[in-house]
Each structure stands twice: as structure tokens, then as C-alpha cells.
């Protein structure tokens, strides 16, 4: 019997992958799957950032919502940013109140686009001003795009202009 040529037997590394297989494999892609993540420092401001997600949803663009605290669950804030990116996620709006840490730490763990949304609560001082300086303030090398104090819905608006880029 002829010895078959190993040479001209198929490369199982780069062979064409079967059309069945490809099937399989895009049925299986979450075509719903959140493009932009809305996350908050506490519960209490979901009322303000709820805007964000209508403005997205009002263009066809799905989002998903998360309460973490920067100061509260640091480490979970860190891993959701890390992963933002392999999840589909392209753009993250992160809205907090008081010594506003939440967008500075999600942009410190992630290269997608940051939109910050400084927040009121009922703890804070100057209407907000102190959340707004510690969302714009932050240092060089750590972009944050920021928003008007309580402004989610330019948030959101801004988040379907970067998609839409
Ligand atoms: C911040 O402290 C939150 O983003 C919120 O705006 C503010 C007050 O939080 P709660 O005391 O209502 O949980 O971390």
C-alpha cells in the first residue's frame, strides 16, 4: 500500500474550518450582548443614571447596569473593568457622588472609553462640585470623559456617538 505524503495531507493547524462548525459557533454568539456598561456607586443613584439607559435604549443600543463602589468593593470594580473589553463591552459610563472614585477606577483598569457622571447625593457639598472635581480632576493618563453633575442622560448621548464613530 502507498504511503500517503504527509506533506499533502491537510494542515489540521489551518485547515478551513467546516461551514456546520462555523454555524454552530455563531449561533452561540449573544448578538444582545451589552455594548455599554452603566455602573454606579450605590444603589441610590440609580434614579439618575436610569436616564443613560434610556437615552441607549431609545437608539437601539442594549446596555447592562451594576452598582459597585470604588470604595465599598474595589476589587469587584476592578475585575468588571478588566473584563469589559472580552465581554463586548465598548464603552463604560460610571457615575458616583461624594469623593467620586468610580470612573477614575474603572479607567485605571480598562483602555475602552470612560464617561463620568458626577452625582448629588444627599450627603453632598456644593451641589455636586465635590463628585464633579474628583471625576475631571483626575491626572494625566487616566482619561475620563466627564459630564454635567447629574447630567446621565449626555452620558448616554455620548456613549452612542463614540459607537457610532
Ligand atoms: C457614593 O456615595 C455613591 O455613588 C453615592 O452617590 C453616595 C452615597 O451613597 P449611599 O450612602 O446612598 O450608598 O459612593
Do not use: C, W
Amino acid at each position: 500500500m502507498t504511503e500517503l505524503d504527509p506533506e499533502l495531507l491537510p494542515d489540521t493547524e489551518t485547515a478551513p474550518v467546516p461551514l456546520e462548525d462555523l454555524a454552530v459557533a455563531f449561533a452561540e454568539l449573544d448578538v444582545d450582548a451589552p455594548r455599554v456598561g452603566i455602573v454606579m456607586g450605590s444603589k441610590s443613584d440609580l434614579p439618575a443614571m436610569e436616564k443613560a439607559e434610556k437615552e441607549l435604549a431609545e437608539r437601539g443600543i442594549s446596555s447592562e447596569i451594576r452598582v459597585m463602589s470604588a470604595h465599598r468593593d474595589p476589587d469587584i470594580v476592578a475585575e468588571y473593568a478588566k473584563n469589559a473589553r472580552m465581554r463586548g463591552l465598548r464603552v463604560i459610563i460610571a457615575g458616583a457622588g461624594l469623593a467620586a472614585a468610580l470612573p477614575g477606577l474603572v479607567a485605571a483598569h480598562t483602555d475602552l472609553p470612560v464617561i463620568g457622571v458626577p452625582l448629588t447625593s444627599s450627603t453632598s457639598i456644593a451641589g455636586g462640585l465635590d463628585a464633579l472635581l474628583s471625576i475631571a480632576q483626575l491626572p494625566p493618563g487616566v482619561p475620563v470623559a466627564t459630564v454635567g453633575v447629574d447630567n446621565a442622560t449626555n452620558a448616554g448621548l455620548l456613549a452612542a456617538r463614540i459607537l457610532a464613530a
